[in-house]
């Protein structure tokens, strides 16, 4: 069974101030997904990695991929207020039908985030 | 906007009884995921279809069940509903089955009573 660990689970950081979420996850997959949500929304995608080393980066925040390790991690620089919400890893498993595609996806927790002025 | 249509966007009912939700995914996309999201369990996969066919299966109890249609709209059905039962209820779509990428709808919020 897939299991996928974020850490941590509550973060309150101050504006300015760089920081990193984790996720580790406990099958092989070449295939990481991360989200944001803000309360009581839906999901939005914010990065697909889709290889060992992927490093993607939109604005304040970069994730890359190490599949060896099975770790994930989404870096947020110089952090600001419009950052807050909460941020879920998520990861699939190639299908179990011919070859490749998306079955459904396996979600970490999610990191609740809190950026204060 | 991900252009992935659910409705209703509220749901309020009473224990044992049954509900509907629908979903209409991207113009477009083939494949549609059902996800349930409560505070105990987090974000969970139910169940895939593509092409109206299923073809993946999660966490998804004997009580639910789903569907896609001809027209690429899929419905969950919830019945002998439960407090528990309670949750956000998202939908997603993807192209085909081997897109990688997953966009969720806005969610219908069910509360049982």
């Known amino acids: 069974e897939l299991k996928v660990e974020q850490n941590p689970l509550f973060l309150s950081m101050q504006e300015g101030k760089n920081y990193t979420i984790y996720c580790n996850y406990s099958t092989t997959s070449d295939r990481l997904y991360w989200y944001r949500q803000d309360p009581g929304k839906s999901l939005e995608s914010l990065f697909v990695l889709l290889s060992n080393g992927a490093v993607k980066q939109e604005g304040r925040l970069m994730a890359s991929l190490d599949t060896k390790a099975r770790l994930s991690t989404l870096h947020i620089t110089a952090a600001v207020h419009d950052l807050s919400a909460t941020y879920f890893c998520a990861v699939d498993l190639p299908s179990m039908y011919s070859g490749g595609g998306a079955d459904g996806l396996t979600f970490g927790k999610g990191t609740h985030l809190i950026i204060q002025p | 906007d991900s252009g992935v249509t659910q409705t209703p966007k509220h749901l309020i009912t009473a224990t044992g009884q049954r509900v509907t939700l629908r979903c209409s995914p991207r113009?477009?996309?083939?494949?549609v995921y059902w996800y349930q999201q409560s505070l105990d369990q987090g974000l969970q996969f139910l169940i895939q279809?593509?092409?109206?066919?299923?073809?993946a299966k999660g966490n998804i109890l004997e009580r639910f069940s789903a569907q896609q249609f001809p027209d690429l709209h899929s419905e969950l059905n919830l019945s002998s509903l439960e407090l528990g039962d309670s949750a956000l209820y998202f939908c997603a779509s993807s192209p085909t089955w081997s897109s990688y990428e997953q966009y969720f709808g806005p969610g219908t919020r069910l509360t049982v009573t």
């Open positions: 113009s477009g996309d083939l494949s």
């Open positions: 279809y593509y092409n109206g066919e299923e073809r």
